[in-house]
């Protein structure tokens, strides 16, 4: 898990584009669990991308882009309180994988207060929860749903989405 404290820093603008979901395309796929107000995400790489507005009515929201294979990482994050550059101290890189749904992690954003000065920060966790991701795709893009579509490329090495997707699909090769 990669942890990083928000301080006001510098604005930085990219461009994003989110389109119509193929199979054959490339996405990355990831989800944000915040209870601040969050402005934007900004993800650098072969493209780049602004995610704005993430304030919803539900806690966890997850995003799927789509994107060319390469290397990419999530660059910064704005919240109510100022924006940070992520990629300075943590690794926040991953790679994208052509032609695959690439999960790339759930970000937990948390405001912290200190004090009663009505100061704080924001405390910003890159988590695996793969199995929310395999529910998310199931659930409301079941096209891209498949054995062979679905990857992990987020931090650490994980197998639980190979293994729950044979289990999951072993019935129809038998």
Known sequence: MFKFIITCLSLLFLSSTVYALEKDKTYILFAIDSDD??????????ASFTVEKLNTDTLIKFYLLEASAGDYYFSSLKTGIGKARLNDDFSWDFD???????????????????????????????????????????????????????????????????????????????
Do not use: C, W
Request: proline share 1%.
């Open 37 to 46: 107000y969050i402005e934007e995400l900004n993800i650098s790489g072969e």
């Open 96 to 174: 994208v994988v052509k032609s695959k749904v690439n999960y790339v992690g759930h970000m937990e954003v948390n405001l912290e207060y200190i004090g009663t000065l009505h100061a704080g920060y924001s405390r910003v966790e890159l988590a695996n929860k793969s199995s929310f991701a395999i529910e998310y795709l199931k659930s409301n893009h079941s096209e891209l749903f498949d054995k062979k579509n679905l990857v992990y490329q987020g931090p650490g090495k994980d197998d639980f989405i190979d293994f729950y997707l044979a289990n999951y699909f072993k019935s129809d090769e038998e």
